[in-house]
């Protein structure tokens, strides 16, 4: 089970961070990631990030602004958000295991429910 939080409104530049606690997570689980889905938009992949301290990817639009982390003793993975802007508006959705754990392969593995970002 996957529990998205952090989620709110914010006026552009500022900064928000959103949690995901992954009551499910073990060791054999590879990765975690977010995407997001705005009104009308296909769901988009914004950072993934291997387990075990592997490598994090970043989608090009949010790059230099956005970082991903994992507290793999809490089971939680964060994204810190900052110089936020209105098109990063979007229900953001964390993921475990998901195909390939590609940012561009948003299907299969586990979600949550998502939280919903607002940026004015």
């Known amino acids: 089970q996957l529990v998205e939080s952090g989620g709110g409104s914010v006026e552009a530049g500022g900064s928000l961070r959103l949690s995901c606690l992954a009551s499910g997570l073990s060791q054999s689980s590879n990765c975690m990631g977010w995407f997001r889905q705005a009104p009308g938009k296909e769901r988009e992949g914004v950072a993934a990030i291997y387990l075990g301290s592997g490598p994090s990817t970043y989608s090009p639009s949010v790059k230099g602004r956005f970082t991903i982390s994992v507290d793999n003793a809490k089971r939680t993975s964060y994204l810190q958000m900052d110089s936020l802007k209105p098109e990063d508006t979007a229900m953001y959705f964390c993921?475990?295991?998901?195909?390939?754990?590609?940012?561009?392969?948003?299907?299969?593995?586990?979600w949550g429910q998502g939280t919903q970002v607002t940026v004015s």
């Open positions: 993921a475990v295991d998901w195909s390939l754990c590609g940012l561009s392969t948003p299907f299969g593995g586990h």
